[in-house]
Antibody
Framework: EVQVLESGGGLVQPGGSLRLSCAAS????????MSWVRQAPGKGLEWVST????????YYADSVKGRFTISRDNSKNTLYLQMSSLRAEDTALYYC???????????????WGQGTPVTVSS | DIQMTQSPSSLSASVGDRVTITCRAS??????LNWYQQTPGKAPKLLIY???SLQSGVPSRFSGSGSRTDFTLTITSLQPEDVAAYYC?????????FGGGTKVEIK
């Protein structure tokens, strides 16, 4: 069964850093692009970042560019999101999701993990 | 950026009703439009990809149609388990964008 499972969320002060992880299983991880999507409390979905299957290409929403870094370790079947200079508006449930190919565009997200919560507050 | 506008933002319908949700893109996205269902407290789930392809395991009462800028998600006979928020998403051009969501309730 194809599964992704996020971890690493928590409470962090404004300006702080946090690293999220997403463990994948049930598929050949390196063949597929992976993405992070977040959902602020009571709000809709916001795409955050995507990384190609090889890890050579990365893409970011303007709202996180320069502050967040997406990466992957294909030997460990794990996706990461390093978040720094965190702001209150980054407070959200962060989901990772698999894409059906190794490339960024023209596809979809399936499956999604259950999410890991990030709260930025003093 | 491509803006995705969903309507209505919420609706209430009876069990067995036909429900239609629309999603409009601010520019043509060909058919690179997906629909997701998010039941309360759960992660989003893919329903429809590439505008009209039903994801495996999704009940056949769900269907999608449209192209270029105008898209529709239809539930032919609303069931209690369909209470959820529904989101459209374009993957034609970065940044990837979602619609604002439609909350479906049972009357």
């Amino acid at each position: 069964e194809v599964q992704v499972l996020e971890s690493g969320g928590g409470l962090v002060q404004p300006g702080g850093s946090l690293r999220l992880s997403c463990a994948a299983s049930g598929f050949t991880f390196s063949n597929y692009a992976m993405s992070w999507v977040r959902q602020a409390p009571g709000k809709g979905l916001e795409w955050v970042s995507t990384i190609s299957g090889s890890g050579a290409s990365t893409y970011y929403a303007d709202s996180v560019k320069g502050r967040f870094t997406i990466s992957r370790d294909n030997s460990k079947n794990t996706l990461y999101l390093q978040m720094s200079s965190l702001r209150a508006e980054d407070t959200a449930l962060y989901y990772c999701a698999k894409q059906p190919s190794g490339v960024f565009l023209y596809n979809w997200f399936d499956p999604w993990g259950q999410g890991t919560p990030v709260t930025v507050s003093s | 950026d491509i803006q995705m506008t969903q309507s209505p933002s919420s609706l209430s319908a009876s069990v067995g009703d036909r429900v239609t949700i629309t999603c409009r893109a601010s520019q043509s996205i060909n058919n690179f439009l997906n629909w997701y269902q998010q039941t309360p407290g759960k992660a989003p789930k893919l329903l429809i990809y590439a505008a009209s392809s039903l994801q495996s395991g999704v009940p056949s009462r769900f269907s999608g149609s449209g192209s270029r800028t105008d898209f529709t998600l239809t539930i032919t006979s609303l069931q209690p388990e369909d209470v959820a928020a529904y989101y459209c998403q374009q993957t034609y051009s970065p940044p990837l964008t979602f619609g604002g969501g439609t909350k479906v309730e049972i009357k």
